[in-house]
């Protein structure tokens, strides 16, 4: 069955708005894999389109126009994942809006071009490392009649890290806990039976041996209640996601520091950047991942003789929302601050560092990631980042 090169277009548009909608779905759901796969299928309809006639078959090298009315990139424009083309000799452009706003750029790509050439370029790899972010790479090379050009589409697979290294923590946690747990509940056990054998026996051989009993019964009672506060990390539920304002969630937070009493002497200072978009989030997983830091925050100011002050500043970029929040407190020393989010890591003399811990596996659940920055302008910066992902 032939059909009219109308038809054909109208079909190939309509097979690329459901595309579209396909790929923001999974977007949505951070099914990253079918976006991949759905932005494959889009870059195979839209070199359709624009092989079909002669008046579609060239894709101008400076890409289309913030606003082009060409029903092609209206369709473009409204897909979430980043697409780029390459004409021979060329430089790499923004072909819509998620790429404009990916590059920040109208139209040429400056910022990250010279690793986007080396990805676009043979011999090809399918991951780009780019602003700090993983990449997965998706070309296609479009023939027409005026010549060969690349189109490319990159996949934000970064979250997807985050979440395996989540799960992995996860499920270590859960080992080791269940093996230590099997240990340690027997060894308890002993230590408390053999004390009472030893009851009725006196003389200094006999002391020395309860008191040894006695701190080793002891030493296993805290360790099962360390071991159980991390087994708590690994049964951290999947977070519910909603859109979720970071600047409200942030006041409100603060809030419950700000009306108590007890910190009457400690500046919170609040700044919210305009324009922080709404991220997909967890508010009460979030929520208590922020208490947690800012606790830590405050403690860190105690033995401060002067002025105490937390300050929590919120900001974007065009892939992140950045929740910094930062102390003049004492700081953490440099012996401590490399492997600060290592297991069982803690920087208080009798802490289990499940606060730290917990607020960084939040993080990580939602595709983001929890750091301590090195700023001059406090004693200690941990920021939150939570990925835009539309």
């Known amino acids: 069955m032939v059909f009219e090169p109308r038809l054909r277009q109208g079909l190939a548009l309509l097979a690329l708005a459901l595309s579209a909608a396909f790929i923001g779905d999974a977007v ?8 991949a796969l759905g932005g494959l299928v889009c870059l195979i309809l839209f070199a359709y389109l624009m092989s079909g006639d002669r008046a579609a078959a060239t894709l101008p090298p400076a890409s289309a126009p913030t606003g082009h009315s060409d029903p092609v990139h209206v369709f473009l424009d409204q897909i979430p994942l980043p697409l780029i083309s390459l004409a021979p000799g060329g430089m790499p452009q923004a072909v819509n809006r998620a790429a404009r706003a990916l590059f920040e750029t109208d139209d040429a790509i400056v910022r990250g071009r010279e690793a986007l050439l080396s990805a676009l370029t043979p011999p090809n790899e399918p991951r780009l490392d ?10 296609n090379e479009v023939q027409t009649e005026d010549g060969a050009f690349r189109l490319a589409t990159l996949t934000d697979v970064q979250s997807e890290i985050y979440r395996v290294e989540a799960a992995t923590l996860r499920d270590t946690l859960q080992v080791l806990g269940h093996e230590i747990m099997n240990s340690l509940t027997p060894i308890s056990s002993l230590a408390d039976i053999a004390r009472d054998y030893l009851s009725p026996m006196s003389g200094e051989a006999a002391d020395h041996a309860r008191d040894a009993l006695t701190t080793l019964s002891r030493r296993s009672a805290s360790l099962t209640r360390f071991i159980d ?11 519910q996601l909603q859109p979720v304002h970071p600047g409200r969630l942030v006041e409100d937070v603060l809030s419950f520091f700000t009306r108590n009493p007890a910190m009457a002497d400690i500046r919170f200072d609040l700044e919210i950047e305009a324009g922080v978009p709404w991220v997909a989030l967890d508010e009460a997983q979030v929520g208590q991942a922020l208490i947690n830091i800012i606790t830590n925050a405050v403690e860190a100011t105690e033995s401060n003789a002067g002025l105490r002050q937390v300050s929590v500043r919120v900001s974007h970029t065009p892939h992140d929302v950045v929740i910094r929040i930062a102390d003049n407190g004492e700081g953490i020393a440099e012996s401590v601050r490399a492997g600060l989010f290592m297991t069982f890591t803690t920087t208080k003399p009798h802490g289990s560092g499940t606060g730290l811990n917990l607020a960084r596996q939040i993080a990580l659940a939602h595709g983001g990631n929890l750091g301590l920055l090195d700023e001059p302008s406090a004693s200690t910066v941990f920021a939150f980042t939570f990925p835009v992902t539309g």
């Open 130 to 139: 780019l602003f700090g972010r993983r990449y997965a790479l998706t070309l």
């Open 229 to 239: 506060a991390y087994r708590a990390l690994a049964r951290l539920p999947a977070p």
């Open 28 to 35: 949505n759901r951070a099914l990253w894999a079918n976006a």
